[in-house]
Each structure stands twice: as C-alpha cells, then as structure tokens.
C-alpha cells in the first residue's frame, strides 16, 4: 500500500526556526489525552476541566486523585513553536478529545443540565479555530499595522509625484522618470543593507534612550517595521520605470533600441523580484524567492549601469555614443547607481569561510561555536554552507569577550543537516545585523519572553553588561535534553525574579501571555519583547498591549 505520511513543514521567523505541525514521534509533540477514569472511580473531588474557547477555566466536582483529567491538561496557550500537537484533519483534536472526555465523565458524576454546547461556551461548533501561519501574516497582525502603513506612506507620496509628472504639474520628474526610480531603488536597498541598519539603530540606542516612553516605542515600530518601507519603494521603482519607458518609446527618435531594450529587460527583473516576494509565494517557496531576489536583482543592477552609460553618452543628432567617464560623473544617475551598487556589494565583501566548532546536545538543536571577539547583545548573524544558494540568520550568543556561538533547533534541512553532518567550516557576514532585539538596549527596564530555540537571540543579555535591565521568561520542553547543560547553565545561577525557567515536560503548559504580564508587574519593567512563531507571538503582544504594556514581537518581514 502506498505509504500517505504527511511531511512535516517547517517554517522561520527571523532567525527563530520552529515546526509548523511537529510530528507525531517528535519529543515536542503534545502526548496523547490519557483514559477516563472508570465511574466506580469517581468518590467527588474538585478537576479543572480544559479551557473553554473563552478562555477561562471551569471547575466541577470529580474524582479522586487518580483521576485522569488534571489541571496540567488544560488548553494550552498556542505561542509555542515546538509545542503544538500534530494535526491531521480528518481526527478530532487533542482539545476537543480531553474535552469530550470531561464531559463524558461529568455527565456520568454529576447530575446536570449543562448541554455541550454550553459547556464549548461560543464554539458550538466544536471546531478548533487553527490559523495557518500565513493567515496570521496576511490577516491577524491587522489591517493598519506600523508595517502597511510605511508601505502606503512610501507608494502614496510616490503615487503623487508620478501623478504630478504625467500630467505635466512636474517637468522635472517628467524629464527623469529614471532617476525617480533608481532614487526609490536606493532607499529600498538602504532599508535592507545590514551595515546601514546597523548604523541607524546604534544611532537610535544611543540618541533615544533618554527620551520619554512613548517615544522610544514609536521609534521601535518604525524600525522593526522599516520593510514598509522597501517593498513600498520597490512596487513604486516598477511605476517610475514603466512610466519612463513610456515616455522613451513616446519619444522614439532622442533614444535608441539599445536603451529601449535594457530598459525593458531591467522592468521585467524587477517585476518578477517583486512577484517572488509576494506574501503568498514567499510563505510556501522561501528558498525560491530567496534566490530569484538575488539574482534578479543583482542582474537589473548590472543593466542599470548599462542603462546609465547608454542613457547619458547617447547623442541624438549624431546617432553615436559619448563614453567619457568626465560626462558621465556630473550627473546624478550616476551617483545613484553607484550608491546602490556599493551598499549591495558591502556585505558581501565581508564573507568569510571560517572554521567552527558544531556540538549536538540531543537530535533536535545543535551548538555553534565561532572564534574571534565578543557580540553586543541583542546582535543576530547569518551563516551558509553554500554562500551564492541560502543564508540563516540566528541570534548570537556572546558574554562580550571572546569568542560567540549561536544556537540552532534541528527542525529544516539546514539546521537538521547541522546535527547530522557538522560542518568544521561554515560561511558566514562578518558585518552582524540588528533586529528587534538589539532596541532592548534602548530601554531601562525590559521582560524577554522565548520559547523553544528562541532563547539564542536573549541570551547575551544575562552573560554581559548591558544598558538595559532585563528578566528573562523561557517556556520550552526537556531543557537539558533537548538543548544541552551548556545552554542550561548559561540561565541558571540568577535569582529567580530575573529568570524564569518554565520546562513544560515537568511543569505543564503555561499561559505564556499571562507569565510575560506577571513579569512586567513583578520586575516593573517598561516593555516586552517575544521570540516565538507567529501566533505565539500575536498572543503575547495583543494581551500585553490589551493590559497598557507596550510589547513587541518578530513580524512575517522584520
């Protein structure tokens, strides 16, 4: 019989990989619901029964001790990116199956009532409300996030302009159509550069840090949300490009087929750029828009030089070509190319292969260990065995000394591939980048709230002196099993406001919205910052933001 085993899928959120449906014979599957205790068993204690789709709990009278349904069962808050049961659509669902079980048992204990439907409270349905992690991109992190508007901001003033232009309101960006579109390529390529991020959010740590609350989470969103503002700037590069084609072909005579035909073959690039990157194909072929966004743009970026020299040298009247480079740097198309072309190469130019060491706590995350001088906290790094094919960007793990390591869950190709078959060299961006976690900095008091291999990218906040003062809330399963007595180590020793250590293999599920809020009241701290999946991640801000605490997590482009 053909063999119909679902894959698993697997996912990243910047830097943090998790499963999207953990296997069944994963360690970081739920259990299966254990039986219902016989009636004879049932002399009238109290049970907690499962979180209902309100999310409240409900008690009722049961059994003894020995009964099967215990608090520890309850419904577990969906942050977690190595915690969710594996689901298959054709079976009820872990919290469906405790929940029918409860009921089972109380209708046999208890004289009442309650219907079912009372007792799912608003899901008659009985249907578990399951979103795909691209729903959550497209649609829960809302219709007007900080995100879309930077992107509408960046379209619409783009959007006016070229209005302007073509209806002869602006000759000046009538005439270089082009320019408005290699302008838009170098803030686009800005917003995306590694070194000028770095730059712009040291900046904004060291300028910030004195100022007023309210202010300095204004800053973290427009920062974390700084990819508005390159895909507005790319679809708004595809507008000036097109109009300015136009307006060549409109004017057949001053240009020649050359320009015409570069023009073109730079348009279609980028359009086929910008379809890769489109939410929908870059969720289900990452490794597919990764490349074709390279590559398309490195080859429009070839051709934008040649369009530049053909566009300035060419002569009209004469029907020749006039190369001297003295002509060509008087203007501004110029320096704008050259602009983009030197912050696309500078991360490049600091790749290195360099020897590492790989250790493998158990079959589910592996240590890498670098050579060199301390990391900042907060400061994240990308590493490849094939440079020119894929990169993976981790946190940093650093005491700020010598030496760093990162530390990556084996849950895709490339990270499985780590446990696997450690690699003694790896490639890797000697210019670090800054993330979200990097603004802790900007901070006086901070919560950090992780789950699964999502600790990485906090740990430099406990192994080193930093501005901010931070407590640190970790929710994963099978702690030194699963992730090594190195990494335990490194959380152990603090006093117990400062860390805490949730191991859901010996404690349970928490609620990890309800953990991060207790932390804030108990450490008094000015804001939140979550490493989880998507969902997990929507949970814990909208609860903190629901209660006044400013909090922020990974989105689908940070």
């Not at 007023?212 to 920062?223: D, E, G, H, R």
């Amino acid at each position: 019989m053909e063999n119909t085993e679902k894959l698993p899928r697997f996912s990243s959120c910047r830097g943090v990989s998790f499963e999207i449906q953990p296997s069944k014979n994963s360690p970081f599957s739920a259990p299966p619901p254990p039986p219902p205790p016989e009636e004879s068993e049932l002399p009238g204690q109290w049970v907690w029964l499962p979180r209902t789709s309100g999310r409240s709990f409900k008690v009722f009278p049961l059994s003894d001790s020995s009964a099967a349904i215990h608090r520890s069962m309850s419904r577990p808050s969906s942050h977690f990116c190595d915690l969710d049961p594996d689901e298959d659509p054709n079976q009820t669902s872990l919290d469906e199956d405790i929940e029918q079980q409860a009921i089972q048992v109380l209708k046999k204990s208890v004289n009442t009532s309650l219907s079912i439907e009372e007792m799912r409270g608003s899901n008659p349905g009985g249907k578990k409300r399951n979103q795909s992690r691209l729903s959550i991109i497209l649609f829960d992190q809302g219709l007007f996030t900080v995100y879309k508007r930077l992107f509408l901001l960046s379209f619409s003033l783009n959007t006016i302009l070229l209005s302007l232009a073509a209806s002869g309101r602006f000759d000046y960006a009538k005439r270089h159509a082009a320019l408005f579109a290699m302008a838009n390529i170098l803030i686009l390529t800005l917003s995306r550069s590694e070194a000028f991020l770095r730059l712009l959010f040291s900046l904004s740590v060291l300028t910030l840090r004195r100022l007023p609350l309210p202010l300095k989470t204004v800053a973290t969103s427009f920062l974390q949300s700084i990819g508005g503002i390159h895909s507005g700037c790319g679809i708004s590069s595809l507008a000036w490009l097109t109009y300015a084609l136009i307006m060549t072909i409109h004017h057949w005579d001053e240009y020649s087929e050359a320009i015409v035909a570069v023009a073109s073959t730079i348009l279609a690039l980028l359009c086929l750029s910008c379809l890769a990157a489109f939410p929908l194909l870059r969720h289900l072929h990452h490794n597919l828009f990764e490349r074709t966004h390279r590559f398309a743009g490195w080859s429009a970026l070839a051709l934008l030089w040649a369009f530049v020299f053909l566009t300035i040298s060419y002569n009209s009247s004469n029907k020749s070509y006039d190369m001297r480079l003295s002509r060509l740097v008087k203007t501004q198309e110029f320096w704008f190319t050259l602009s983009v072309t030197f912050f696309t190469v500078l991360p490049w130019v600091t790749v290195r292969r360099v020897p590492v060491s790989v250790s493998a706590p158990s079959n589910h995350a592996s240590i890498i260990k670098f050579g060199g001088g301390g990391v900042k906290a907060g400061i994240l790094g990308r590493i490849s065995r094939s440079p020119l094919s894929e990169w993976h960007a981790f946190g940093i793990i650093s005491d700020g000394k010598e030496g760093h390591m990162m530390l990556a869950g084996a849950v895709g190709d490339f990270t499985r591939g780590l446990v696997t078959d450690p690699p003694s060299h790896l490639w890797v961006r000697q210019v670090h980048f800054a993330g979200l976690p990097y603004l802790v900095n900007m901070y006086n008091r901070a919560v950090l709230v992780a789950t699964g291999s999502g600790i990485c990218v906090f740990l430099s906040f406990l192994l080193q002196p930093c501005s901010a003062d931070v407590c640190l809330v970790w929710v994963a399963k099978g702690i030194e099993e699963n992730f090594g007595q190195e990494i335990l180590d490194m959380v152990s020793g603090f006093d117990k406001e400062r860390v805490v250590v949730h191991d859901t293999a010996v404690l349970g599920r928490p609620n990890v919205a309800e953990m991060a809020i207790e932390a804030v009241k108990r450490w008094k701290a000015e804001v939140v910052v979550v490493t989880s999946n998507p969902q997990g991640s929507r949970d814990v801000v909208e609860a903190c933001k629901g209660v006044g605490i400013p909090a922020f997590g990974p989105i689908w482009d940070s």
